[in-house]
């Protein structure tokens, strides 16, 4: 099946730093790529749509100002936590689909767990 | 926009036994229906799905229905094992490029 990673796999930061986040497709090209966010003990809330060449479409709640997306090619998409905040620490997943592949699966990468200090 | 609902939160059977897990969603328009098996620190892990097309489908022990009337479907565990333990989402979405909506999650024990 298609591969999707994600680095760093886990990051420590300070309250008001920014940290980036990056999601590639290894083995086909994703026009299209979802972020989300995931609490301890709770489920994955769909943060935004990345989108390759346009602007992102965030979830209602979420600020785009805060959490910056850039999908510049057709393999990564980067997510950007600005100014972070020890409420943001949380466990960040990307996914996309193959879009060369009929199914309607999406692959996920493996995450990145983020801990604001 | 889509809500997908789950229940139960939590769920313990005895090892053997079988799980049932149930889900609602509200945009009749969706079509494609994941189910996924998280296990701690881990990617979501497609466990089976299934199309608005298909009342049902099996893969080994794990089954999934659907009533695109009712706007149900289930997910079915038969002759749990240990490594059945995990937490589980089921996700409804409208088409292929569309996003994913997941609900809460089940937290699936199986016990000895």
């Known amino acids: 099946g298609a591969v999707v990673s994600q680095h760093p796999s886990w990051v420590i930061c300070k309250s008001g730093t920014s940290v980036k986040i990056e999601c590639r497709s290894l083995d086909f090209q994703a026009t299209t790529m979802f972020w989300y966010r995931q609490f301890p003990k709770q489920s994955l809330m769909l943060m935004a749509t990345s989108n390759e060449g346009s602007k992102a479409t965030y979830e209602q709640g979420v600020e785009k100002d805060k959490f910056l997306i850039n999908h510049a090619s057709l393999t990564l998409s980067t997510l950007t936590v600005t100014s972070a905040h020890p409420e943001d620490s949380s466990f960040y997943i990307c996914s996309a689909r193959d879009p060369g592949l009929w199914s309607y699966e999406q692959y996920f990468g493996p995450g990145t767990r983020l801990t604001v200090t | 926009g889509e809500n997908v609902e789950q229940h139960p939160s939590t769920l313990s059977v005895q090892e053997g036994d079988s799980a049932v897990i149930k889900c609602t969603y509200s945009d009749s328009a969706s079509n494609y229906f994941p189910w996924y098996k998280q296990e701690l620190g881990k990617r979501p892990q497609l466990i089976i799905d299934i199309r608005s097309n298909v009342g049902e489908k099996k893969d080994q022990r794990i089954a999934v229905t659907l009533n695109k009337t009712a706007k149900h479907f289930s997910l079915h565990i038969t002759e749990t094992q240990p490594e059945d333990s995990a937490v589980y989402f089921c996700?409804?979405?409208?088409?292929?490029?569309?996003?994913?909506?997941f609900g809460k999650g089940t937290r699936l024990h199986i016990l000895p």
């Open positions: 996700a409804a979405t409208l088409n292929r490029d569309d996003k994913i909506i």
